[in-house]
């Protein structure tokens, strides 16, 4: 057996038992698209259906159409889900949803390893248990902060304060593998300047035309607490970034102007291979995980939001710790991140290696 397909076997196991606690007899059901939509890749389907049957699962395979603006689960995939033991997504329509009560029976998970080399990466194959401790740790220490400010080189400027006990963070009702962001804050009590990478694009929730638009020149998105309070910069990408607001806004009937959250990546293995510009709906759906982007949830009074803004090479200072410097998470300034990379040897390899690669 070659290298290769021995690490896309130790990242469909990861996947399946340190994320989805696959165990011998369950029923494990996995959701895939329709062949050939060039999101997910067929050897990712055939690596976890495989691997769940090295496990000793009963293992059941089930195609779904992708529906780009799916507001529900489908009938029958959510009959399926309550007799699964747990059920793993290769479709977009758990990511569409993530946010929403998957209702299912047994744990269920989104992957946003797309294809079988992302799954036989680092990415895949540093344990995920790792990441999820350290999401959890990130997420007291940004909930008790008293004050956070965040900017890159570009010129993002804001700050705030975490929401503590008082707003409850709002997280995913989906299992994530590999983890890849920390709960994303409420902008209530945030203010500042975001700066704008050249283009705009969807969050993954609602797929419409255009999805993603670009613009010459610079762009900054000023806001405070949830509002959106007006783009500066070039004047042709104001015009730009306004029609577009004004076209998704006016298409499904949601606040324009409202911002509601943000997180970073935390998942330095996390790659992009080739430019965003030549697929921004997977570029979207798989590059937010590294520690060099931060997005923003916009567009629509609910998570995740239409449009996302995206930030490049953050630093994030948290009661003045600079936790990120310029994209690169440091997990040991993080309280018990030193810990977690001490009883996980892989996760800090990845933290010693970042890929630097997110397709921009």
């Known amino acids: 057996m070659s290298i290769r397909q021995l690490s896309i076997e130790k990242g469909a196991a990861n996947l399946l038992v340190n994320c989805a606690g696959t165990r ?7 959701i895939r698209e329709e062949p050939g939509l ?11 259906a495989e691997a769940g049957r090295r496990i000793g699962a009963h293992v059941t395979v089930q195609e779904v159409p992708f529906n780009p603006q799916a507001t529900e689960v489908p009938a029958e995939v959510r ?24 209702a299912s029976n047994g744990r269920a998970l989104v992957s946003y390893a797309l294809d079988a080399e992302m799954l036989g990466s680092a990415y895949g194959t540093a344990d995920y248990r790792a990441f999820d401790l ?8 940004l909930s008790a902060a008293k004050t956070i400010h965040v900017s890159c080189p570009a010129g993002t400027d804001f700050r705030g304060s975490g929401p503590g006990s008082v707003t409850p963070l709002q997280d995913v009702g989906i299992y994530r593998f590999p983890m890849p962001v920390f709960t994303p804050i409420p902008a209530t009590g945030f203010s500042g300047r975001v700066a704008l990478p050249g283009f705009l694009i969807g969050t993954g929730s609602m797929y419409y035309e255009p999805y993603a638009v670009e613009y010459d020149g610079a762009l900054f998105a000023d806001f405070a607490n949830n509002r959106m309070t007006g783009f500066s910069g070039d004047k042709k990408a104001i015009e730009v970034a306004g029609a577009h607001y004004q076209l998704v806004a006016g298409k499904f009937g949601i606040d324009r102007d409202f911002v509601h959250s943000w997180h970073a990546g935390i998942h330095p293995a996390c790659a992009f291979p080739g430019a965003a510009s030549d697929n921004y709906e997977r570029w979207s759906g798989a590059a937010f995980g590294n520690p060099r982007l931060l997005h923003f949830h916009t567009c629509g009074a609910y998570a995740p939001g239409e449009i996302s803004w995206n930030v490049v090479d953050p630093t994030i200072v948290v009661d003045g710790v600079a936790v990120w410097k310029d994209g690169v998470l440091h997990p040991e300034l993080v309280p018990g991140g030193a810990d977690i990379l001490a009883q996980y040897p892989c996760a800090r390899a990845v933290f010693d290696a970042p890929s630097r690669n997110i397709g921009l």
């Open 24 to 30: 011998r007899d369950d029923h494990l059901l996995i």
């Open 38 to 48: 060039g999101y997910y890749d067929e050897d990712i389907v055939t690596a976890v």
């Open 79 to 102: 009959t399926l889900m309550g007799g699964a033991d747990r059920t793993v997504f290769l479709a977009r329509i758990g990511d569409q949803l993530r946010f929403s009560d998957m």
């Open 134 to 141: 350290l999401k959890s740790a990130l997420n007291r220490m």
